[in-house]
């Protein structure tokens, strides 16, 4: 199937596109995702993250009580399988890149990255030397630290657009929206504004980020305090009003460490039957990643040749993209010299390529403000071996690889 035909996702569900019963299977998705000149897949245009929104309210409408959804992040397909396997579970693509800051957008507002804007976890802002760190808005190099904000240099949005999130079209649908966001509390900014918009958040807590850091080293702990607080805010519920109640797990420190081992398999079975328990007590109740991991395998020549071309010779700012999607500023008139020079460095373990060709293969659709926020040079892991920005990493997550691609969905119902 040609890249047009299989690319950046759209939000099918807008229309009353394909419910559970249209999601094709793993294989046919990377069979659709094939395409020439990409290592792995690319996303769905039908059956990506975009459709999230529109599977989670369908069911607010079904539900006798409400939908809990469990939002698991850096979770694999397979070890969603191998966990749950009471559940129904299906398969979604994530977005590219294959990382958490324009995935979760996708996911709880149904716009890809060409309509909100955010491309990864570090890009540029459009019409400045500056790069911006998604998850906070922090600007990391600016040249001119000492300029504030006002009348002429007015702060520009990390974001193009915040469109609707899944919680502000449930509550006009007469369903109470909640969020439990746990780590995102300590998360102030645009983005994680344009992830909870809407929602009621009864138990934010901004300053609890040690503890939260902690839970975060074994998941037997998150899943323990996570189903703690879903129980909190389910006994304070109440009757006659639907809820959509949408819970953050953070599994992806643990992943990136020790991968999907016994202790993150321990804790999702028991949250499997935690789940099953809630869907006896009349909650449907769904969960979903936002992308997989693959594990990392260090080559110190390889990040010897990343750092040699990712300099002020050769570059206006330091790299942006994030894991095992990486992309670099060029000065001007230098875009074609380091695009050689990097994809002769990388040899197989990468593919190189100009920003144009990202929307050509299928991989992210360009608007204007996505153009203005990605660097001119991208590199794209095309095996284990890649020069990720933390090399103490045992699995990394941001390519096309199908096990990075391809997320879980599960349900649970009463």
């Known amino acids: 199937m040609g890249a047009r035909a299989s690319g950046s996702p759209l939000v099918a569900g807008r229309s009353g596109g394909a419910g559970w019963a249209a999601l094709v299977p793993a294989a046919e998705l990377v069979a659709a995702g094939t395409v020439a000149g990409v290592p792995g897949m690319v996303p769905s245009r039908r059956q990506s993250l975009a459709v999230v929104p529109e599977l989670i309210l369908a069911d607010v409408e079904r539900a006798g009580r409400g939908v809990i959804v469990l939002a698991v992040d850096g979770l694999p ?36 990255p060409a309509e909100h804007g955010v491309p990864g976890m570090v890009y540029r802002l459009p019409g400045r030397p500056v790069r911006v760190l998604a998850v906070t808005g922090r600007a990391l190099d600016d040249p001119d630290p000492a300029r504030g904000a006002g009348a002429d240099h007015p702060e520009p949005t990390t974001l193009a657009s915040a469109p609707p999130t899944v919680f502000e079209r449930a509550r ?40 939260f850091r902690a839970e975060a080293a074994d998941p037997a702990a998150v899943v323990r305090a996570v189903v703690t607080d879903v129980e909190q805010v389910l006994a304070g519920s109440r009757t006659g009003r639907k809820q959509l109640l949408w819970c953050y797990l953070n599994l992806d420190d643990h992943l990136h460490r020790h ?48 750092a040699e071309l990712d300099t002020p010779g050769l570059c206006e700012l330091p790299a942006g993209g994030a894991g095992r999607v990486r992309w670099l500023h060029p000065l001007p008139g230098r875009a074609d010299e380091l695009a050689g020079r990097l994809a002769t460095a990388l040899g197989d373990a990468a593919l190189v390529v100009r920003r144009a060709d990202l929307d050509r293969l299928g991989l992210i659709r360009l608007t204007p403000a996505l153009h203005a926020r990605l660097g001119e040079v991208v590199a794209i892991a095309a095996t284990d ?30």
């Open 385 to 414: 071996r890649f020069p990720v920005p933390d090399p103490s990493l045992r699995w990394e997550h941001g390519s096309t690889h199908p096990d990075e691609m391809l997320v879980p969905l599960a349900a649970w119902r009463p």
């Open 77 to 112: 397909l397979p070890t969603a399988r191998d966990c749950w396997g009471a559940a129904v579970v299906g398969c979604l693509t994530s977005v590219f890149p294959t990382v958490s800051a324009p995935a979760w957008l996708t996911a709880l507002t149904g716009a890809e």
């Open 259 to 306: 991968g999907p081992d016994g202790a993150t398999g321990e804790a999702l079975g028991w949250l499997a039957g935690v789940a099953a328990g809630w869907a006896g007590r009349g909650w449907t109740v769904l969960a979903h990643s936002d992308h997989g991991q693959r594990p990392c395998a260090r080559d110190p020549e390889l990040a010897r040749a990343w």
């Open 172 to 211: 006009e649908r007469g369903a109470r929206p909640v969020a439990i966001g746990r780590e995102l509390d300590g998360l102030p900014g645009p983005w994680t504004d344009a992830l909870l918009r809407g929602a009621d958040q009864p138990l934010a807590r901004p300053a609890a980020g040690d503890r």
